[in-house]
Every structure is written in C-alpha cells, then in structure tokens.
C-alpha cells in the first residue's frame, strides 16, 4: 500500500510564494513520474508539474516560469515551489505519483494520489 502525504498549502496573497511537499509512504520497488495536479471549484483537474525519475519536468502553461518541481530520491519526496501567485491559482492541488510495487510475483504499476491541499491565493 502506497500513500502520498501531503503538507504545505494555506492562504496567501497575490504576488507571494507557497511551497508545497508530498512524500511517499509504504512498500514499493519504484516511484517513476511524480508531481501536482490541481482543481478550482466548477474546473477539471489540471497538470500542474510532473517530474520524471530521470528529472524531466513538464508543467502547465499557466504556471510555466512561475513554478519549480523538485524532488528528493531519497526521501520520496516532491515539492512545488510556487512564486508570484495570482487569484487564478487557488485550487486544491493534488500530489499524484506513478508507482511500481510487488503484487505476489507480479510487478504492479499504478497512479496514487494525495488527499488534497487547498491553496488560496487572495488580498
């Protein structure tokens, strides 16, 4: 069983900073792309930043220039550095991580997701 912890989020105002962490906890082989996703109220959920384990990033357009993904192999762990934040910003913002386990004698790949952090970007 893979969990993805979350912390960070909160309010703040436009022009400022936030960071958000994800860590993965449990048993598994491998944690190949990880990275956030977010969705505003009445919107889908959208691509923030994803992070491959070979450290390819790709982020949304919107946040492109504004936001930096980072990872720690280590500690299984992701962060969302997130700078000049705008009203338009402020959504939950989901960690999401694509992770191999063992199942029997089977390899398993599959998507996990984090509870959800709400960030709110206002004056």
């Known amino acids: 069983q893979v969990q993805l912890v979350e912390s960070g989020g909160g309010l703040v105002q436009p022009g400022g900073s936030l960071g958000l962490s994800c860590a993965a906890r449990g048993s598994f082989v491998r944690i190949n792309v990880m990275g956030w996703y977010r969705q505003a109220p009445g919107k889908e959920r959208e691509l923030v930043a994803t992070?491959?384990?070979?450290?390819?990033?790709n982020y949304g357009d919107s946040v492109q220039g504004r936001f930096t993904i980072s990872r720690d192999y280590m500690k299984h762990t992701v962060y969302l550095q997130m700078n000049s934040l705008k009203p338009e910003d402020t959504a939950v913002y989901y960690c999401?991580?694509?992770?191999?386990?063992?199942?029997?004698?089977?390899?398993?790949?599959?998507?996990?997701w984090g509870q959800g952090t709400q960030v709110t970007v206002s004056s």
């Open positions: 999401n991580a694509d992770v191999t386990t063992i199942s029997g004698l089977l390899l398993d790949k599959r998507d996990y």
């Open positions: 992070m491959s384990s070979g450290g390819r990033t």
